[in-house]
C-alpha cells in the first residue's frame, strides 16, 4: 500500500513538472542580448517629439490665452496684478471703467432708452 502511494506522488509530481516545462516554454523569454537596448527610445517617447502627427489630447471647454489677451478687462486686472495694486475699490473701477473686448450677446437689446 505504501508502495503504491510513493508511485502515485511519483507519478503526480512527475505530471505537475511536465506541465510546469510546458509553461515555461510559453512564457520564455525570446530577446537578443543587446546591452545598450535599455538606452534606445522607446516608441512612446518617439511619438512625444513628433507633435504635428498628435490631434489635440483634451478639449478645451474655458478660455484659451489667446482669447483671454484679447480681452481688454483681463489684460486691465494682469498689469494691476503686477504692479501690486492690491485695493479691491481701486481694481474695481479701474475694471468697470474698462469696455471689454466685445460686447456680450446677452447685453444686446433692440429697445432704446429714452
Given at each position: ?65 489667446d ?45 432704446k432708452?429714452?
Open positions: 500500500m505504501r508502495a503504491v502511494e510513493l508511485e502515485a506522488r511519483a507519478e503526480a509530481e512527475r505530471a505537475r513538472e511536465e506541465r510546469l516545462a510546458r509553461l515555461r516554454a510559453q512564457v520564455q523569454v525570446n530577446v537578443k542580448d543587446d546591452p545598450t537596448r535599455h538606452l534606445n527610445p522607446t516608441v512612446a517617447t518617439q511619438s512625444e517629439h513628433d507633435v504635428s502627427k498628435t490631434a489635440q489630447m483634451f478639449p478645451v471647454h474655458g478660455f484659451t490665452t482669447h483671454l489677451m484679447k480681452d481688454r478687462r483681463f489684460k486691465v486686472q494682469l498689469m494691476m496684478n503686477e504692479a501690486g495694486i492690491k485695493n479691491p475699490e481701486l481694481r474695481a473701477i479701474a475694471l468697470t471703467n474698462t469696455a471689454p473686448y466685445r460686447p456680450r450677446p446677452e447685453m444686446a437689446s433692440t429697445h432708452l429714452v
